[in-house]
Nanobody, 115 residues
C-alpha cells in the first residue's frame, strides 16, 4: 500500500508561481508512473502532467510551457512546478501513482489563482 501526501497549494495572484510536492510513504520505483491531476468545481478530474519510466513526460495542452513535472526517487517525491499561473488553473490538485496497474491517490491540495 502506498500513501501519497500533497503539499504546496495556496492562493497566488495571476502570473505567479507555486511548487506542489507529493511525498510517498514508501519507495518510488523508476517503473512507477507518477502524475498530477486537477479537478475544478463542477468539472471532471483531468490529467495535468505525467512522468513515466525513463523520465518521459507528457502535459495537458493547457499547461504546456508553464508547468514542469519532476521526480526525486531518493526523496520518494514528485513535484509540479507551476509558473505563469492563470485563474483557470484554480482547482484541487491530486497526486497519482500507478504501479503494475494499481492506482494510488493523494488527498489533494487546493490551488487558487486570483487577484
Amino acid at each position: 500500500q502506498v500513501q501519497l501526501v500533497e503539499s504546496g497549494g495556496g492562493l497566488v495572484q495571476p502570473g505567479g508561481s507555486l511548487r506542489l510536492s507529493c511525498a510517498a510513504s514508501g519507495r518510488i520505483f523508476n517503473s512507477d508512473a507518477l502524475g498530477w491531476y486537477r479537478q475544478a468545481p463542477g468539472k471532471q478530474r483531468e490529467l495535468v502532467a505525467r512522468i513515466t519510466t525513463g523520465g518521459s513526460t507528457n502535459y495537458a495542452d493547457s499547461v504546456k510551457g508553464r508547468f514542469t513535472i519532476s521526480r526525486d526517487t531518493a526523496k520518494n517525491t514528485v513535484y509540479l512546478q507551476m509558473n505563469s499561473l492563470k485563474p483557470e488553473d484554480t482547482a484541487v490538485y491530486y497526486c497519482n501513482l500507478e504501479r503494475f496497474g494499481a492506482l494510488y491517490w493523494g488527498q489533494g491540495t487546493q490551488v487558487a489563482v486570483s487577484s
